[in-house]
């Protein structure tokens, strides 16, 4: 119990984080941590992650095959031989044409309403995530390191994060005009033509969020749940009896 | 029969879209700040909070609550001693939304075709329903609808014998898949008979009705009570970081339907259940 709210009380004690995020930063975190995100990010969704990821295949196209095999295992020997084997798999260099420094970058899966005469920026909350999961790994694999958004991620992204040591940070979906306070720059990298989808430079501050998933695979919709359900059942705020109406 | 001029559904559409992104109804609000009341998850009291901050921002400085200012859902209720001059009705509703989302500054997020995704840029059309009614009234309601509780939507053709553990299992099991996605605490609109068809629309119409009004029917509102408690028993809470407060509410309609069938469809709704209406 104690244990519990101990875990719970974090909500009021944020981390700081700040951009570009180390993977020793990423590391740190764990599922239920409130942090303030300050520094630079970028926006993309789902359109922006395929052009994202086609431009990655006419890379790899490009360059043959073999060569990208070839990489990986001189890299992962190169790695094991320096120490550095926990990071040979997620080594992949991003292709000279990717529209920003993918490294240590955090992204948010937003698609912000039109800003208003005088604002930064319309609203801009979070977008459910899982439909970034087909894409993200390829991102992840290049260094990305953290992604702001809303709800489950698929098992693969999870192995990946573990694996690169990147982190899932939950921003409150529906809140989009409190967050959009903490924007305070915003310009187009790249994609104009896709409007709300286009790839944003975000300048934010304080920008608030709670780690979901950390770098080791810890889940705060399985622990969070658990922990509430536990809280639930020993203070008897379980389900009620069958037929019995419940006050709301 | 009565005359009304287009224009004046034109301007009704355009100021509705507007009013409903950026003002929660007062029976949302409302609901949001008793359930944090009884919220005892510290976290989950803490993520209610910050739901009403942003209410109130929306509200005074008129931005969108949400970034998805959804698909422009509009039902009419259209007197039959009503008539529409100057252009069609279905023409009129389009320009309000086109009006509403180019001046609220609102996300245009319609594409002209589910394959082929080109964006329609001015959010129509609207996802219109009409139903012709006694009178000489025409009442308008939008209702902003975001894709991401539209998305963890199900529903399913029950066999009759399922009845009603049946579907009130369904009903339960679709919030619990939903889980932290569609932005709970979710409102859960509930619709059960009819046909195919019929049964999908009637769970949006539930998402209209106030949160305050249960079910004229005392045996529906007796389910509407028990899903609802039963829902808030999974423990999925606010944005599914855990707590108390997973729905906001259950909302149920019902029809006529087969003799060998049990439709039931549920449409679930975020936080931001928004709606505006006016009768002209």
């Known amino acids: 119990m104690a244990e519990t709210m101990g875990s719970d009380k974090k909500t009021c004690d944020a981390i700081r984080v700040t951009t570009p995020l180390t993977r020793e930063a990423a590391l740190a975190l764990r599922a239920g941590d409130a942090v303030l995100i300050s520094g630079t990010i970028y926006t993309a969704r789902d359109a922006a992650h395929a052009r994202l990821v086609e431009l990655l295949d006419a890379d790899k196209a490009d360059r043959g095959d073999n060569a990208d095999h070839g990489d990986s295992a001189n890299r992962a020997d190169r790695d094991a031989r320096t120490g550095r084997a926990a990071d040979a798999v997620c080594a992949t260099e991003p292709t000279a044409r990717f529209p920003f420094p993918i490294r240590d970058a955090i992204l948010y899966y937003v698609g912000p309403t039109p800003a208003k005469p005088g604002q930064v920026i319309g609203s801009a909350g979070p977008t459910t995530s899982y439909r970034m999961d087909a894409y993200a790994p390829r991102l992840i694999e290049l260094g990305l390191r953290g992604m702001i958004g809303k709800g489950r991620r698929s098992a693969q992204v999870v192995e990946c994060m573990k694996r690169c040591g990147a982190v899932y940070f939950g921003a409150v979906g529906g809140a989009a005009a409190l967050l959009s306070k903490h924007i305070t720059a915003s310009r187009v990298v790249c994609y104009e033509d896709l409007g709300a989808e286009a790839i944003h430079e975000l300048r934010v501050e304080d920008f608030p969020a709670t780690v979901v998933i950390d770098a080791l695979g810890g889940d705060l919709y399985d622990i969070g749940v658990q922990n509430y359900l536990d809280f639930a059942a020993a203070h008897a705020l379980a389900a009620p009896p069958p037929g019995a109406l419940p006050a709301l | ?280």
């Not at chain 2, 320009?95 to 964006?119: F, Q, T």
Request: hydrophobic share 40%; charged share 20%.
């Open chain 2, 1 to 280: 029969m009565r005359e009304i001029s287009a224009d004046l559904v034109v301007e009704t559409v355009r100021a509705l879209c507007i009013e409903a992104n950026q003002t929660l109804p007062a029976d949302v609000s409302r609901r949001i700040s008793a359930c944090r009341e009884r919220e005892p998850w510290p976290s989950a009291r803490a993520t209610l909070e910050i739901l009403g901050q942003n209410a109130e921002i929306a509200r005074d400085e008129q931005v969108p609550l949400c970034q998805d200012t959804g698909m422009a859902c509009v039902f009419l209720e259209v007197g039959q001693d009503v008539h529409i001059f100057g252009m069609g009705l279905r023409e009129a509703v389009d320009e309000g939304v086109r009006r509403g989302y180019a001046d609220g500054a609102l996300r245009k997020s319609i594409v002209a075709d589910p394959l082929r995704r080109a964006n329609t840029r001015d959010n129509t059309p609207a996802m219109l329903h009409t139903d012709i009614v006694p009178g000489d009234r025409l009442t308008v309601t939008v209702a902003p609808k975001g894709i991401g509780s539209e998305n963890m939507s199900r529903l399913v053709m029950l066999p009759p014998s399922a009845g009603e553990a049946g579907v009130k299992d369904f009903v339960v099991e679709t919030v619990r898949l939903a889980g932290p996605n569609p932005c709970p605490p979710v409102v859960v609109g509930v619709g059960i008979g009819g046909s195919f068809d019929l049964v999908a629309a009637l769970a949006k119409k539930a998402l209209l009705r106030p949160l305050d009004s249960p079910n004229p029917d005392a045996f529906y509102a007796g389910i509407e009570a028990e899903l609802l408690g039963r829902i808030n028993a999974l423990g999925i809470g606010p944005q599914g970081f855990g707590g108390k407060t997973t729905a906001l509410g259950v909302n149920i309609e019902v029809y006529p339907t087969h003799i060998a069938g049990l439709p039931v469809a549920v449409n679930i709704n975020c936080h931001v259940t928004r709606r505006a209406h006016a009768v002209l």
